[in-house]
């Protein structure tokens, strides 16, 4: 069991930056690798972000440049930092975590955050 915990969210202005966290408790050295991913409504659920347990990352190509994905291992914690936003990235982001045991993938989710960007 792995639980996620997102906060960090709120409004910011066009051009503005925010940055998110996601707090992990529980089987936390099963976890292979964690993401940030967001929704609005209507739509589905995108990547934002990933890393993994080594410290490799990965973005979607609608945020490279303005995104830095990264973890803290002593307090169990990713981050998103988030520069130059635009209204586009106005969203729901979500933590998001895979842990393996025995043989298994889990997929966890947090409660998610809202990210408003908006003049």
């Known amino acids: 069991q792995v639980t996620l915990v997102e906060s960090g969210g709120g409004l910011v202005q066009p051009g503005g930056s925010l940055r998110l966290s996601c707090a992990a408790s529980?089987?936390?050295?099963?976890?292979?690798?964690m993401g940030w991913y967001r929704q609005t409504p209507g739509n589905q659920r995108e990547l934002v972000a990933t890393i993994t347990n080594s410290g490799s990352t990965n973005y979607a190509d609608s945020v490279k440049g303005r995104c830095t994905i990264s973890k803290d291992n002593a307090k169990n914690t990713v981050y998103l930092q988030m520069n130059s936003l635009k209204p586009e990235d106005t969203a729901v982001y979500y933590c998001?975590?895979?842990?393996?045991?025995?043989?298994?993938?889990?997929?966890?989710w947090g409660q998610g955050t809202q990210v408003t960007v908006s003049s």
């Open positions: 529980g089987s936390i050295f099963s976890i292979n690798a």
């Open positions: 998001n975590a895979f842990a393996t045991f025995s043989r298994t993938t889990h997929n966890y």
